[in-house]
């Protein structure tokens, strides 16, 4: 079956500007996590969702950072008025249950400039 | 601080060795160590899993080993091929009001030269 999607794969934009990422979790999965990964720097956790509720956004960076998930299945991630410290590449994984194996989409790239 | 360190952070090996990743980390409590391969421009994919109980697991030419009294685990490549090329990361989950949270390694970069 299809893994993990995320689109776009690759986002310049302007400082100051909002963009939207999108994760597409494998289909049955019930949680969904998003992480970032600096140049040089491991992967930081953001948040995660069960089902449609966020029960942990303690990793989120500020308050320009949120995220939704509707019907159980596709996320968004929004980055508002972004600043250049936000390039970096954004990964989503999803699992069966919050105990299991995560799953790792490809990545959108983010390039502020 | 929960923290993950791996060692070495690059490593250069001809196409047939074997070679040793270590993992050193602090995170309690310990709910299980991973190891992901990650190669470039793509997202992790998991090698091995391992609980506090477990200290080996091995996936083909992968044999990870932990030790959770040191709190050291590694992973070792048999024979190495060109593929073998990537970042290995390694990852400690902890369980925190029910929620299985991770602290990854930073990586060691694998390069695999013919």
């Known amino acids: 079956g299809a893994g993990v999607s995320q689109s776009p794969s690759n986002k310049v934009t302007e400082k100051g500007k909002d963009v939207e990422l999108r994760c597409d979790p494998i289909?049955?999965?019930?949680?969904l996590y998003w992480y970032r990964q600096s140049l040089g720097q491991g992967l930081e956790f953001l948040i995660y969702?069960?089902?449609?509720?966020?029960?942990?956004k303690s990793g989120l960076p500020s308050d320009r950072f949120s995220a939704e998930r509707t019907g159980g299945s596709v996320s968004t991630l929004t980055i508002q008025r972004t600043q250049q410290e936000d390039s970096a590449v954004y990964l989503c994984?999803?699992?069966?249950?919050?105990?299991?194996?995560?799953?790792f989409g490809p990545g959108t790239r983010l390039t502020v400039t | 601080k929960n923290q993950v360190e791996q060692s070495p952070q690059s490593l250069i090996i001809l196409e047939g060795k074997n070679c040793t990743l270590q993992?050193?980390?602090?995170?309690?409590?310990?709910?299980?160590l991973r190891w992901y391969k990650q190669d470039t421009g793509r997202g992790p994919v998991s090698l091995t899993i391992?609980?506090?109980?477990?200290n080996t697991k091995s996936n083909g030419r992968y044999t990870a080993t932990l030790d959770a009294d040191t709190k050291q685990s590694s992973l070792h490549i048999t024979a190495s091929q060109l593929s073998d090329s990537a970042s290995y990361i390694c990852?400690?989950?902890?369980?925190?009001?029910?929620?299985?949270?991770?602290?990854f390694g930073t990586g060691t970069r694998l390069l695999v030269s013919p």
């Open positions: 994984a999803s699992s069966l249950e919050v105990s299991a194996e995560q799953y």
């Open positions: 289909s049955g999965h019930t949680a």
């Open positions: 969702f069960q089902g449609n509720s966020a029960p942990d």
């Open positions: 993992c050193n980390y602090t995170v309690s409590p310990f709910s299980n």
């Open positions: 391992m609980t506090f109980s477990e």
């Open positions: 990852v400690v989950s902890w369980l925190s009001g029910g929620f299985q949270k991770l602290v």
